[in-house]
């Protein structure tokens, strides 16, 4: 008993480890949210006229077409801020949600599906794309998880 | 010790963030040529207005045979798609390889 307690021990990762792991991961949805937000504003008109085709939210065209990169922008700079890293993981992993719940309906009931995700992600595989912003929604999740179980806080 | 650290962390937030800017304008130079061919409808053989062609999806070629006519075009309409029977958007370049013959298509 008192061993696999040490050998369950020795699998405890250390606050400085654990800081690594959530600014890695912080850095990551930087590094996809700026990426993505730069080519969406680089494409707003064709970005834009992407979602105007999209039903019951194609009226909003103009609010989700800057609305969404800035909001990616936005995340990434509370990400960036040591004080605020906490919440930009959450409207991070809130957003990938968003964007993951918004493939899983194209997926499941649209015939003719619409991607304007941004770059080269754009000319990903459904299935590809699916799996990939799940990574990052569990990646999301660890690192809240991680944060909220470390005193030490990034 | 802390000051020097939080300026580190976000001195390397705002370096992938430099990063990002320029994955994506890389990967934005590599689509800015969408070279699609459009068919005419008037049938002029001099014809080069993009308002005089549409584009007919799953149509492969369907042209007959007519020296006397121009029956298709291509046209490079950049980051756009291609919207059946609408004619290329704005901004679009006549790119020439003119194939002669009737088409349905003309009017």
């Given at each position: 008993m008192e061993k696999q307690l040490q050998q369950g021990k020795s699998f405890k990762l250390s606050v400085n480890t654990k800081a690594y792991i959530i600014f890695i991961i912080s850095l990551l949805f930087v590094f996809i949210f700026s990426y993505t937000a730069i080519d969406k504003l680089h494409h707003l008109e064709k970005f834009s006229r992407g979602i105007s085709k999209?039903?019951?939210v194609g009226g909003m065209h103009v609010w989700i077409g800057w609305g969404v990169p800035l909001a990616e922008l936005l995340i990434s700079a509370l990400l960036i801020i040591p004080r605020c890293n906490r919440l930009g993981l959450q409207l991070a992993t809130g957003l990938m949600g968003i964007f993951t719940l918004y493939l899983g309906l194209m997926l499941a009931f649209a015939e003719k599906r619409l991607c304007?995700?941004?770059?080269?992600?754009?000319?990903?595989q459904w299935e590809e794309h699916l799996l990939f912003n799940l990574i990052f929604i569990l990646l999301g999740g660890w690192a809240l998880y991680l944060n909220k179980n470390t005193k030490h806080k990034i | 010790m802390a000051i020097k650290k939080t300026v580190s962390q976000i001195a390397l937030g705002l370096a992938v963030v430099g990063l990002g800017a320029t994955a994506s304008a890389f990967t934005n130079t590599e689509v800015q040529s969408n070279i699609v061919r459009y068919y005419s409808?008037?049938?002029?053989?001099?014809d080069t207005d993009p308002a005089n062609f549409i584009y007919v999806d799953g149509t492969s070629d369907d042209c007959t045979p007519?020296?006397?006519?121009?029956?298709s075009a291509l046209f490079d309409i950049g980051e756009n798609s291609p919207e059946p029977n609408?004619?290329?958007?704005?901004?679009s370049s006549y790119q020439g390889s003119a194939l002669t013959g009737d088409s349905p298509h003309q009017q």
């Open positions: 999209i039903p019951y304007h995700c941004g770059g080269v992600i754009e000319s990903m | 409808t008037t049938g002029n053989l001099t007519d020296m006397s006519k121009q029956c609408e004619a290329p958007p704005a901004g």
